[in-house]
Each structure stands twice: as C-alpha cells, then as structure tokens.
C-alpha cells in the first residue's frame, strides 16, 4: 500500500503525468481514425446526393449498379474493421508495461480506502467540518479541491464499508446536497439514497431509512431493492408510532473503538491542554548539559518539559544534514508498520498504527554511526544494548493511537529474542515536522509535545525498579498537514546497572537526565 507513507505517495504524482500523456496520445490517434470515418460518410453522402438526383433510373446503368454494390459490401466491410479498430487496448497495455517498468508503484483500493478512511480519523480527531473538507477547506484555510458528489460518495461508502454508519451518514448528506448543484451530476441520487437509508436506520431513525426508501423507489421504480427495503422498514415498524412529524436525525459517533481515552487523547492532539499547576509550571527550566567529556567542548541544550515522569526535549541535536542523510537511507527500505499482538508475540499491521518504518544500522552510515554515539551523550545510557535506529514516516492522517513502548507483563514474547530486557528509555527524533498535527501526546499526564524540527523528545519507559511506568503511555496524532518523518531509539535495560542505579528508592523519579540521586520532591 501507498497510502502508509507520504514519502511513497510522493512517488505516485510522477504516474498521474504518464497516465495524462498516454491518453494525449491515445485521443490523437483516434482523431486521425475518426476523421477517416468522417471522409467516408462524406463520400457516401456525396455519391448519395447524386443518386437521388438521377432517381430510380441510377442502377439501371451497370457501372452504378456494380458501384453501389461494392459500397455496401466490399467497402462497408472496410468502414465496419474501421469502427472496429479502436486502440484503447494497446494504450491501456502500454500504461500498464510502462508502470512495471519503471517500478512505480499504482495505488490500489485499499488506498483508495485507506485514503477515505484518513479523512474520518482527521475530521474526528481535529473537529474538522463536512462541508469545509469537502469544499478543500481545513480549519478555515483553503488548501485544496473541492470534491464533488462522487467523491464525497466514496468518502461515505468507506465508512460504510468499515461498518461506520456515523460517518456514512453524515457524507452521504453532504453527498446529497453536493449533488442539487450539480451540472452534470456525478452520481446518480438513488446510489446515495439507498445508503443514507440504510445509515439512518442503523443510527436508529427506522422512520427517516423509511421515508428515504420510499423517495427512492419513487424516483427508480425499478431499483432492484427500493420495494423490498420499504416493506422491510415498514415490517420493523409494525406496531410502532407511524404518524405525525419524522423523528429528528440524531447522529451520534461510536466510541466502542477500544480507545478508553478517545476524548482526552484527540483533545491534546488539538492543543487542548489542561492548565499546568502553576507551582509545578516554575520548576521547569532549560539547561546545558556538559556532564560527559565530548560535552565540556560542545554541551547539549535540553528543556525540562515535566516531572514524575520526567519528559525532556534536546533541543537542535541533530543537523539538517544529519536529518536528510537518515531519510534518505531509510527512504528505500520503508514497510509497513506493525505492531506486536501482546498474546500471540507476532507482528502484524493495524489500522491504529499507519506509517512505514525502517531500521538502520550504525554500520550503514557515518551519519547513523554518529547519531547512536550522540545518543550516549545524550541520556548517559549505554547504548550497547540499545536497538537499531528505526525510522518512520507517517501516511495519509498517520497516526499512532496510545500504547506504551515498553512490553507489559503478559507481554511475555516481547523482546524475548533479544535478551536485553525492557525498554528503559525512549529517544525520539523529529526529522521532519508536519505543518499541521502530528504532535506526540502522553494522555495521562496531559502532556502534548508539538514535534520541532531536529529536536528530540526523550522519557524513562520504566521505574527504577524495572517496573513499567504507566504514565508514559503515549500516541502519535494523526499528521493532518505536511511530513512527518521521526526516528525513535529505543534503549533497554541491560547494561544500565550503573548508568541508572536501583537506589535506595525504586520508584523515585529523575529531577533531570542521568540523574544518580533522584531525592524526593518536597515543597
Ligand atoms: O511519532 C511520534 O510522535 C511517536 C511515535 C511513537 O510513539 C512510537 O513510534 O513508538
Ligand atoms: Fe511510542
């Protein structure tokens, strides 16, 4: 699939143009076609008209007779191949041998769907309106097309497809309403009806899915189904109130998604953060850190973003460069990203986590060689067991829904081939930042961080005493504008014993990165 990553997507504009080439060719050629049809019916109306004019007497000359024998047969043959011999085959085979060829990848329908169902979880997460989207407006700003009543059909009859009559609904009006406007149409009104009837009735307004139908089969008395969903509506409503106004169309959202924090997670993701306690606000500050040897020549800018637990931000660690240099390596190695099944171990893919991912290794490139080193200065963790680089850039409305980096208990296979314990710590990367969205939220604690650029978000995965933390839990918003490219380190236990002691107390929180004795707060 494309639509996982913006930088595959990039790849897929180069196709649109050879797809528009094709077709300049293909109308060229039939012109010249269809204008040698045009000189034969000419001639044919010609020698018509001269015909007519000597009236019957015409064929009893045997040179006439003969002639307009051969124009009906011989020469209508001709005309006939001629009608016959439309090209479209050959030039569809070359569009298809060219994008073989060059490798480009095509979108296919799950793209298509995909790309549908992006718009949902954009429109959901950043309160984004209908009939603003479907006019190419985001947050009051003009950034793109308008879709016309087809599209806005497709968008519904992804919902659809996913089971989602929330949003099917609601597209399938704006579907509707598109359409009164429209010259010439781009769909046929009794598509949309059918399934806004059918969205209505599974939101619960049996009524309204009645009233719908019957206008449907009003308009295509012969549709293969109107008749037989009427009476199926109206069998639902046997016994029921019947009369009087139509009932309201309350048109809710299903939360039934598994997210328990759905509300609080996309309220972060909007910049809806909750007041920080101004008492705590005071004790953040930024400072340079020079702890290690390599830092005493060039110290390391890191802000204190919050407490309990601690969350840092290294602010310009890498260059643009350093930045370009790792998207570039990853770039070709991009896959989809999965995510672990916590009973079975296995990989898989999911819609909760869209981007592709890659993993490069220090021995790739100075460049990654460099960043990993950095790393050890950064966090004063050893990094020889920390994993590989791993880079990703997010899709269409890529998002990342809450989870914890580090494996769980009854994660039990998690990790387990590598024999380095848990995660203790995460460092993650901002390459590319997205114009809009994208931010990276903890939605417990109520922390939202707004990816900038060549900065690097880090936190202790674990308590000191190796237990999970889970307050970390954490999510990537869906990018709702521009790239995002992030490249996360994680590191793990192993081999920490000095570099992050147990102490007196396990559960007792850094005041600041590396730090060897935390104490306390006691204001
Ligand atoms: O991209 C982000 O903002 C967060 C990514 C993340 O949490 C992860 O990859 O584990
Ligand atoms: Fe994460």
Redesign the pocket.
């Known amino acids: 699939d494309l639509f996982t990553a913006i930088a595959d997507m990039q790849h897929m504009l180069g196709s649109e143009k050879d797809v528009t080439s094709v077709i300049d060719a293909y109308i060229e050629e039939e012109q010249g076609r269809l204008e040698q049809l045009k000189r034969y019916a000419e001639e044919y109306v010609s020698r018509n008209a001269h015909a007519d004019g000597v009236g019957p007497e015409f064929v009893t000359n045997p040179i006439n007779a003969y002639l307009l024998i051969k124009r009906l047969t011989s020469e209508w043959r001709q005309v006939e191949a001629m009608m016959r011999d439309n090209r479209a085959e050959k030039f569809i085979k070359s569009i298809t041998d060219r994008r073989i060829e060059s490798k480009v990848k095509f979108p296919g329908e799950e793209d298509l769907s995909g790309a549908a169902t992006a718009l949902l979880r954009l429109q959901d997460t950043y309160k984004l309106d209908s009939y603003d989207l479907s006019n190419g407006i985001i947050l009051g700003k003009k950034v793109g097309h308008k879709l016309t009543a087809h599209d806005t059909f497709e968008v519904g009859r992804a919902a659809y497809n996913q089971k989602d009559y929330y949003h099917t609904l609601t597209w399938m009006q704006v579907a509707l309403n598109k359409l009164e406007n429209e010259n010439p149409r781009t769909i046929e009104e009794e598509e949309i009806l059918e399934y806004l009837a059918y969205a209505l009735y599974q939101q619960g307004n049996i009524r309204r899915a009645l009233a719908m139908t019957k206008k449907l089969a009003k308009i295509a008395p012969n549709h293969p189904r109107a008749k037989g969903n009427v009476k199926w509506y109206e069998d639902m409503l046997e016994g029921k109130e019947k009369e009087g106004e139509l009932p309201p169309i309350v048109n809710k959202r299903i939360e039934d998604d598994g997210i328990v924090e759905r509300d609080a997670y996309e309220a972060l993701c909007r910049g809806e953060i909750p007041p920080i306690d101004p008492k705590e606000e005071k004790k953040l500050y930024c400072y340079l850190k020079r702890d290690r040897p390599f830092l005493k020549l060039a110290p390391i800018k890191v802000e204190i973003l919050r407490y309990e637990p601690l969350v840092v931000l290294f602010k310009q660690i890498i260059s643009d460069y350093e930045s370009e240099m790792v998207q570039e390596l990853a770039a070709p190695k991009l896959k989809r990203a999965t995510v672990q099944n916590a009973f079975t171990g296995e990989l898989e893919t999911a819609s909760y986590r869209i981007s592709k991912s890659a993993w490069l290794k220090g021995a790739e490139h100075p460049v990654v060689d460099r960043i990993n080193k950095r790393v050890g200065d950064m966090t004063n963790l050893n990094q020889e067991t920390s994993e590989e680089l791993q880079v990703?850039n997010y899709g269409l409305g890529g998002h990342?829904d809450p989870?914890f980096?580090f494996a769980r208990k009854e994660e039990v296979n998690a990790f387990k081939k590598l024999a380095t314990g848990n995660r203790i710590a995460t460092v993650?990367f901002y390459m590319e930042v997205p114009e809009w969205g994208g931010a990276?939220v903890f939605n417990q604690l109520g922390t939202a961080v707004f990816p900038s650029k060549n900065d690097a978000l880090f936190w202790y995965n674990l308590y000191r005493s190796g237990e999970g933390d889970l307050r970390t839990r954490?999510a990537?918003c869906p990018v709702l504008m521009g790239v995002k490219w992030?490249s996360?380190k994680w590191i793990h236990e192993r081999g920490q014993e000095f570099t992050r002691p147990c102490g007196l107390d396990e559960n007792m929180a850094e005041r600041f990165v590396g730090d060897l004795n935390p104490y306390e707060y006691k204001n």
């Open positions: 990703a990342y989870h980096d993650l990276t954490h990537a992030v996360n």
